[in-house]
């Protein structure tokens, strides 16, 4: 059974990001862009460990890069433009 990630880009204010592209890989990419209030998920994952990352063209996020290692199908993460 696919398992997923999830997560909120935010700026510097704590405010959701929108139309922001994040992606994990882990082997292939896979893809989610962000709805009006941040929010993302990226869907159809194996168990695995992933890269999870913001577009570059998108700025300067802290963290960069996490690592997400899905054992129970589901992962939530947070990240933070730091402009």
Same mark, same amino acid.
């Given at each position: 059974m696919p398992g997923s990630i999830s997560g909120q880009v935010t700026d510097a204010?704590?405010?959701g990001l929108n139309d922001i592209a994040v992606q994990a890989v882990?082997? @292939?990419p896979m893809r989610a862009?962000?709805?009006?209030q941040g929010n993302y998920v990226i869907?159809?994952?194996n168990a695995g460990t992933y890269a999870v990352s913001v577009a570059p063209t998108a700025g300067v996020f802290a963290?960069?890069?996490?690592s997400v290692t899905l054992k129970q199908w589901t992962?939530?993460?947070k990240?933070?433009? @730091?402009r």
């Open positions: 204010n704590g405010a882990s082997g @292939r862009k962000t709805n009006s869907t159809n994952l963290p960069a890069t996490l992962a939530g993460l990240t933070t433009d @730091r």
